[in-house]
């Protein structure tokens, strides 16, 4: 008891930092689960034939590559990947306009990825 009066402040601190991290991991995952729930939503709604519920929640997908991690963007070309010919160009399917666009976001980050690690070896 002693201990706690003594360093009431300090326990205070690291029990807000704790909560904070945790609330700051918890909202990862939330973020991370809420698309691919949209993915999924997207690809149904293509499946059974909406376009134009499809079409919002393909400019929505679009606009979150950019902010999207590696891991995700992954995951989102394999998905899509089982579903379109990767090799046959088919602009009139959303599926197949997605995974360009991921697949072009990807070749955007490694360029970037690969630059830095050239300037990262001719350091060394």
Not at 64 to 69: H, I, M, T, V
Not at 79 to 97: C, F, I, Y
């Amino acid at each position: 008891m002693r201990f706690l009066r003594r360093y009431q402040s300090l326990v205070l601190a690291v029990a807000v930092l704790l909560f904070c991290s945790i609330m700051v991991i918890r909202q990862f995952i939330l973020s991370q689960l809420a698309h691919v729930e949209l993915r999924e939503d997207f690809l149904l709604l293509h499946e059974r034939g909406n376009p134009r519920e499809t079409d919002r929640l393909y400019q929505m997908l679009v606009q979150d590559l950019p902010s999207l991690n590696t891991r995700g963007l992954v995951e989102d070309l394999q998905r899509t990947a089982m579903l379109v010919d990767p090799s046959k160009p088919q602009p009139e399917s959303l599926v197949w306009k997605y995974h360009q666009c991921v697949k072009n976001e990807m070749f955007r980050r490694s360029e970037s990825r690969a630059a830095h690690a050239l300037k990262r070896a001719s350091q060394d």
